[in-house]
T-cell receptor, first 113, second 117 residues
């Protein structure tokens, strides 16, 4: 089941912060975050596993609340290079040992000078 | 490693023609995924393989679509006959281990942009 993302789009000025949310109606094993620039392939940012851990690198971090099946991506002190479409991908806890990553509709983020 | 390699990068064809998209995953990766991306529907999972075996093809739109993975280093996605609504960017991605201790990261190829006239 496709996760829901919010907001659909956001415009920031350099240095501002942003939060992108992802939620699912299903119990999740993991949440992935990817960024895609126009005309390019999605690029991995991070994965959060069941256990509610928070991760981050540089000024991008994320949290995962497994009880609420929600994840948030935090971008602090945004840079022009942060512009792109952000996708969350969810892996649902299923009955078999195999599972799949389903992506949300994406959040378009534009950072302007 | 060269990363995930897809071909062709661009394909323009006429309705009714057969289209074959190719993918070479990263060596040693056990999982291979085919996604389709359109403005309307976003990134849709079509099918995925584990150790060359198709695990879930529930995302394949209809019988016109088929995918194979004859060996660990090659996969094809075929559309026959193609229709204008199949126009999209088709991404192949591979992963070493979806639930591994490391990352479970999906490594995407550059995509094949298909236009069906």
């Amino acid at each position: 089941q496709q996760p829901v993302q919010s907001p659909q789009a956001v415009i920031l000025r350099e240095g501002e912060d942003a939060v992108i949310n992802c939620s699912s109606s299903k119990a999740l094993y993991s949440v992935h975050w990817y960024r895609q620039k126009h005309g390019e392939a999605p690029v991995f940012l991070m994965i959060l596993l069941k256990g509610g851990e928070q991760k981050g690198h540089d000024k991008i971090s994320a949290s995962f609340n497994e009880k609420k099946q929600q994840s948030s991506l935090y971008l602090t002190a945004s840079q022009l290079s942060y512009s792109g479409t952000y996708f969350c991908g969810t892996e649902e806890i299923g009955e078999t040992s195999y599972d799949k990553v389903i992506f949300g509709p994406g959040t378009s983020l534009s950072v302007i000078p | 490693d060269a990363g995930v390699i897809q071909s062709p990068r661009h394909e323009v064809t006429e309705m009714g023609q057969e289209v074959t998209l190719r993918c070479k995953p990263i060596s040693g990766h056990d999982y291979l995924f085919w996604y389709r991306q359109t403005m309307m529907r976003g990134l849709e999972l079509l099918i995925y393989f584990n150790n060359n075996v198709p695990i879930d093809d529930s995302g394949m739109p209809e019988d016109r679509f088929s995918a194979k993975m004859p060996n660990a280093s090659f996969s094809t996605l075929k559309i026959q006959p193609s229709e204008p609504r199949d126009s999209a960017v088709y991404f192949c991605a591979s992963s070493p281990d979806l639930r591994g201790a490391n990352t479970g990261e999906l490594f995407f190829g550059e995509g094949s942009r298909l236009t069906v006239l």
